[in-house]
């Protein structure tokens, strides 16, 4: 070697100062790259990508330092420990290790749940736990907290979370009552209301117990089981006791919401079965009969009502709730639904239900051609009214049906023509599908027309068929109703639940606030005290 110690130690300073300046380069294009990356938080495949290209500039800049340390070790051999001197190795700066540590850590979080944007469940009670080293050597007394100090004062703490599922939760609640003498008179405290006179059941009991049998269609044995695997012994007449005096107590509510629902100028209505247990043996012997639940929605209010007379599926049923209403109501074709359209009914209009009409074509249109094109015509439709949503952008019932009245006409005449077209056809066999098909929809033309002269109507009966599947979901589980008395209570509760769910309500909530609300009102309490507690314009109370 013909350089002296000194020059190569000098020469091996201005190598480092290169890599120092090389690093500070490398540090500048990580800020750039995660200014980048906190433009694009949303953009999960951007920012794996500009993750990926962090991670490869940290692994040069680490290439650099390790290159710079192996040199170093190399002068400390050729030097053979002539001089004392040492040369240290480069230390990353507090802000580059933080720049590098949340690169990794997003990185990491990227990878571990693939790339998906995690859910922080904002809507969980949180609760924080203090996780210290389990080292056997470790001191807390002696040892030193790693974490920085935030801007705002708090700790830097690294932080872990995990989701856990705490099973439902019963209280025994004992109220010691004190009482006192006072000047010879006798203090005496007020026993805490119970929402059931004569019984130890609070609101959130029973609000809980409503919910499970005709939100979640649990037969009440299956709740039973459920609250023994809680760890509360529920027995069964306790259980029919409750959920009796439940429909006892919301009856007023029953009321105020049928005549809210009657008040709305557009209702919708649609009927679904369950068995009932009856005395009478049918001509199997048993005891069991249909009994079916009419289902009436008002569709401006989103309540509903549900009834029930003996299980009845005539007619009268539904003309006698329609008596002196006013205004549009929307159903399939049964008979006793197309009786509406008649001279009865002068201030009613029936409008007939599109996917009804699409069924039947769908039913035959592997086979029939026309059935397909049939089909397509009525999408046609609902593709022209999907363009546009009440409520949104601004968008108003006027403008709806100013939009109605230029795309409906082009395609009802349409959808005339091919309808006349099939039923002219001369080899169309009656009874055969089509047949039935077009017969039913040419039935139904003017109730079809008298969908596009309002702005507010929609296309189908859909909507009360989706509440009808919390029937049907019960009688999956629980096959039949004890007794007529038994379904006239349950249409008294599933016109309450429904009616929550339309709007959007928390259920249990809702039934826990208006029984604690109303447990001291009369039972003659005036309809209009109730209305405010009905699902559209109710409140959560405020908690202190």
């Not at 190569?8 to 990580?30: E, F, G, H, P, Y």
């Not at 940290?58 to 170093?72: D, I, P, T």
């Not at 609101?203 to 809680?230: C, K, N, W």
């Not at 027309?449 to 296309?459: E, P």
Request: hydrophobic fraction near 35%.
């Amino acid at each position: 070697c013909t350089m002296t110690k000194d020059e190569i130690i000098a020469s091996l300073m201005d190598q480092l100062k290169d890599a120092n300046a090389r690093i500070t380069a490398l540090t500048d294009r990580v800020n750039e790259l995660l200014a980048r990356l906190t433009a694009l938080t949303g953009l999960v495949a951007e920012q794996t990508s500009v993750i990926t290209s962090l991670e490869k500039e940290a692994g040069k800049k680490e290439m650099e330092l390790q290159k710079s340390n192996n040199k170093l070790k190399g002068v400390s051999k050729l030097l053979e420990k002539e001089s004392e001197q040492q040369v240290e190795k480069p230390q990353l700066t507090d802000e580059e290790k933080k720049v590098l540590d949340e690169a990794r850590s997003i990185r990491r979080k990227a990878r571990g749940n693939n790339g998906a944007k995690r859910d922080i469940h904002e809507e969980c009670e949180v609760e924080y736990k203090d996780v210290y080293p389990d080292d056997p050597s470790f001191d807390k007394l002696k040892a030193h907290p790693l974490e920085k100090m935030k801007e705002d004062g708090t700790p830097d703490y690294q932080f872990c979370t995990r989701y856990v599922y705490v099973p439902g939760h019963f209280k025994k609640v004992i109220y010691r009552l004190h009482r006192f003498t006072q000047d010879g008179k006798v203090f005496e405290p007020k026993t805490p209301p119970a929402v059931f006179m004569n019984s130890n059941y609070t609101s959130s009991f029973v609000a809980g117990l409503l919910q499970l049998r005709y939100m979640y269609a649990m037969p009440v044995e299956r709740i039973i089981h459920y609250f023994e695997d809680q760890g509360f012994n529920l027995k069964k007449p306790t259980a029919g006791f409750l959920l009796g005096r439940a429909a006892e107590t919301l009856e007023n509510f029953y009321k105020a919401i049928r005549k809210a629902v009657l008040s709305d100028d557009y209702i919708a209505s649609d009927e679904t079965y369950f068995k009932i247990l009856v005395p009478e043996k049918n001509s199997k012997g048993k005891g069991v009969k249909k009994g079916y639940f009419w289902v009436i929605v008002g569709q401006k209010s989103g309540l509903l009502y549900v009834v029930y007379r003996d299980g009845s599926r005539a007619g009268d049923v539904i003309y006698d709730e329609l008596h002196g209403y006013h205004g549009t109501m929307h159903s399939d074709a049964a008979s006793f639904y197309r009786k509406i359209q008649g001279d009865d009914f002068p201030n009613i209009t029936r409008i007939a239900c599109l996917q009804h009409i699409k069924r039947k074509f769908i039913d035959c249109m592997d086979a029939e051609p026309e059935a397909k094109e049939m089909v397509k015509l009525i999408n046609k439709l609902y593709h022209e009214e999907h363009k546009h949503k009440i409520g949104e952008n601004s968008w108003t019932v006027e403008d709806n049906f100013s939009w109605r009245q230029q795309y409906a006409p082009a395609i009802l005449a349409e959808i005339k023509d091919k309808l006349d077209e099939i039923l002219k056809k001369p080899n169309l066999l009656p009874g055969s599908e089509l047949s039935e098909a077009a017969s039913y929809f040419n039935n139904e033309w003017e109730a079809v027309v008298d969908i596009f002269k309002r702005g507010d109507t929609a296309l189908d009966n859909n909507l009360v068929e989706r509440m009808n599947r919390y029937f049907s979901m019960s009688r999956r589980s629980s096959l039949f109703f004890g007794s007529h008395k038994g379904a006239e209570r349950a249409a008294v509760l599933y016109t309450l639940a429904l009616s929550a769910k339309m709007n959007h309500l928390n259920i249990f909530e809702y039934l826990t606030d208006i029984l604690d609300k109303t447990a001291q009102w009369q039972p003659n309490a005036p309809l209009e005290n109730y209305r405010n507690l009905l699902p559209d314009r109710w409140q959560p109370s405020t908690k202190d």
